[in-house]
């Protein structure tokens, strides 16, 4: 396993494509996190007291991450995707013969720098955002009881979305497909939701990968979602599905 | 050395490698020849543990591809020369390889400069030629130094010189007392480069021998017309003839005109020809190859 960990780590160290992912998701939760932010911050002057007490400041600072989501699973699929459209897996597994062993190792690795690029991109898009909204005081401090939990469940929902780019990057190894499939669970699956009757809606949102990562990092639940935590656990157990047929393929179909 | 043993391989309703078995010794150039389609690469895959045969094994120094724990240093391979990221820089791509099986740092330099590469080795693979492609390929077959080489049709798309230069090299390496497996569907070109052949038409086993016995069988044959074609084949079978099949003679190789003319004779077989045959080696191997579905198997040896 040592092994081919090195090799996955030698494959993500010519920085130029990884840093280049950290940043687009760093820059893309900070952006959509910052114009959110902005939004609220202008419509301050209209919210009533109560509107004050349930305003969810983390959760809006947090809006970006929902971005930043994109380039972190679009990491994963291409991880999987880039090799067998030209071939290299085949010399992957001519070094590391061990399928599952090459599977966990991408996993693993990549896992790990979705962890990093998420811790920055929540604290950066919290930061941002929280300045933003502290110019009509509705910040919150950073010692808010909920923050740790808030960011925490963002770096979660990204590091699954990582993963689960990696499975879908194995389960059909092109990128056309794997990110067609992602970008459909992630945005279109939440619009097409919305046009249906409103009672069907509430009971099927919150199923939705979207909704999951939204309320992991809300501070305020929502009494139509899961908890933060079970939606994360859910979201896991589609990440794990998916693997399995991931790994299945990976084992079963030649390269 | 390179041993497969009764090695086959079928998509659907296709016998794409059929019962193959030979052995590759080190120490010299072995040719994988055979027309395009016969199998070469699907064999050289299972050799490599990147396709699973139905039936057989091939085994890398008595061991299974997949059993290997630092593949890298006992076999390396060239199967496409294309599949590289193209973003990575030559040099990378190499030294991520090396940190697959533990290969010393140094080693991807090193090997750069084997093949000519060290002054392109920043540049990145998605603007090299052909030819650069394939020598980066060979440069990541030679990267765990190791015993056994296999190269699937590494002439494809060279220029002369490219031609001239892979020919030395892998000669070089047979004599460093390596095992060079390299597959290719030009028998002139193996002409020039191997000494050892195992020569496949649709999947099967043709020859496996040296070059110069295969040149010596296959440039002359004898053709035998007949209405008691089968009566025949299964007698020269017995004495030790090869036999190539067609649909109203048979090529006869591996026994003399005379010895023909007497077998014939013992049986009682009219003939309507009895023709000794001289072709090239390009020709006799077109022959064999696309006649091999109507090959019987040599009795010779078995």
New interface residues.
Partial sequence: MG??L??E???L??LH?TSRTVLLSIVLAVTVSALVALAMASSAARMTVTDRQTFDSIGISLQGVNAAVLAIAAFGVLCMT??YS???I?????????RLRVLAAKLLTHATVAAIAGACACAAAFAVGQALLDTKGLAVSWSASRLPWALLGGVAYLVLLCIWGVALGALFRTSAAAITWMASLLVVAPVIVQILPADIVLRVERWLPAQIGTTAMSAHPNPHMFAPWTGLALLAGYVALTLIGGAWRMVRT?? | MIEVRRLTKRYGPNTVVNDLTFRVDPGSVTGFLGPNGSGKTTTA?MI?????ADNGHATINGRR??E?R???KEIG?L??P????????AI?HL????????IDRKRPGEVLGMVGLESVGGRRVGGFSLGMKQRLGIA?ALIGDPPVLLFDEPINGLDPEGIRWIRIFMQGLAAQGRTVFVSSHLMSEMALTATQLVVIGQGRLIAAESIDQFTERAKSSVRVRSPQLDELARAFATEGASLWRSDDSLEVVGISIEQIGAIASKVGAVLYELSPQRASLEEAFMRLTAEACDYIPMARGA
């Fill in positions: 092994n081919a090195a090799m780590w030698a494959k160290r010519p494509k880039r090799e030209t071939g290299m085949a010399v992957t597994f001519l070094a590391q013969p061990g030649d390269p | 895959r490599l543990g990147l396709t699973d591809y997949r290997l630092r593949p890298l391979a199967i496409n294309g599949a590289v990221v193209p973003s990575r820089t990378e030294r991520w390889l090396a940190a697959a099986n533990g990541a």
